[in-house]
């Protein structure tokens, strides 16, 4: 498994931005699909956007699909999920995850096998 470790959370007010990344520890990094999820208290993880290995092929949860933009960059070892026109419901914990030999953009958090720990985002009204 590879180790994930996500950055970049914290307080912003409505209509801000933020932008997560993520650091994976491995030498082959391309190989890799890459997937950021949410989690909020009480309800269930959900899917946020997906990019495959290449960077090629993105996916997009319907929340934040026009405002959310998932990149990577494979010579830094790195993904970022940048989060514009934030709302309150943005809020949760966002998780980074990882999938070996990923030629899609998974967006079923089953098709992932690493994960980080996570980083809280609070979006204040």
């Known amino acids: ?16 931005s933020l ?8 030498r082959t990094f391309n190989n890799y699909a890459m997937g950021w999820f949410r989690q909020a208290p009480g309800k269930e993880r959900e899917f946020v956007a997906g990019i495959d290995w290449r960077g090629g092929k993105t996916a997009y949860g319907d929340s934040v699909k026009g405002r959310f933009t998932i990149s990577r960059d494979n010579g830094q070892n790195m993904v970022f999920l940048q989060m514009n026109s934030l709302k309150s419901e943005d809020t949760a914990v966002y998780y980074c995850a990882a999938r070996l030999y990923g030629i899609q953009a ?16 609070t979006v204040s009204s």
């Open 19 to 26: 932008r997560l990344q993520c650091a994976a520890s491995t």
């Open 1 to 16: 498994q590879v180790q994930l470790v996500e950055s970049g959370g914290g307080l912003v007010q409505a209509g801000g």
């Open 106 to 121: 998974y967006t079923d958090a089953a098709d992932y096998n690493s994960w980080g720990q996570g980083t809280q985002v």
